[in-house]
C-alpha cells in the first residue's frame, strides 16, 4: 500500500515539474494562446453544470427514461439537433411529451440550460 502511495507522489511530482519545465520553455511569441488556457473559474464553471446536470437531467438522461435522448449517445441526439438548438432549449424549459417542464431544475436559469443541453450534445456539432 504505502509502495503504491510513494508511486503516486512520485507521478505527481513528475507531473508538476513537467507542468513546470513547460511553461519556463513557453514561446515568448506564443503568449496570446495562454488566454486560451483552462482556468480555474473555467473549472469551477465546468463543475457547477456538471453537478446541476447530475442532480436534475441524470435522472432520466442516463438510462432513457421514458425514452429520454441518452447522454453520450450521439445517434439519440442526431434526429433532436436537427430541430434546431433553440427548440431543445424551448422543450427543456417548457417541457416535451415525457420531457417535464425545466427538467426538474427549479434553479437553473437559461443559460444554464443552454450549458445543459451543449453538455449533453457533446461532440456533436
Ligand atoms: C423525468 C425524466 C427527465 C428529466 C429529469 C429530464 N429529462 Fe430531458 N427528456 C426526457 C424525455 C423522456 C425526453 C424525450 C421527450 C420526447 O421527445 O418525447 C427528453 C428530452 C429532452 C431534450 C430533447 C427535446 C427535444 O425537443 O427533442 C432535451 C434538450 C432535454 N430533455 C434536456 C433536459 C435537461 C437539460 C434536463 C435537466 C435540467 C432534463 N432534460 C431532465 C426526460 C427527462
Request: proline residues 5%; glycine residues 8%.
Amino acid at each position: 500500500m504505502s509502495q503504491i502511495r510513494s508511486l503516486l507522489t512520485t507521478c505527481a511530482l513528475c507531473l508538476l515539474l513537467f507542468a513546470c519545465g513547460k511553461s519556463t520553455e513557453a514561446d515568448p511569441k506564443k503568449e496570446s494562446t495562454a488566454a486560451s488556457e483552462v482556468t480555474p473559474e473555467d473549472v469551477s464553471a465546468e463543475l457547477d453544470i456538471t453537478g446541476k446536470w447530475a442532480k436534475n437531467c441524470a435522472l432520466c438522461h442516463v438510462s432513457g427514461v421514458g425514452g429520454a435522448p441518452r447522454l453520450g449517445f450521439v445517434e439519440d441526439w442526431e434526429a433532436r439537433l436537427a430541430k434546431g438548438r433553440a427548440t431543445l432549449l424551448l422543450h427543456t424549459i417548457e417541457g416535451h411529451n415525457n420531457m417535464p417542464p425545466l427538467g426538474y431544475c427549479m434553479s437553473c436559469e437559461e443559460e444554464d440550460f443552454v450549458e445543459l443541453i451543449d453538455f449533453m450534445l457533446g461532440e456533436s456539432p
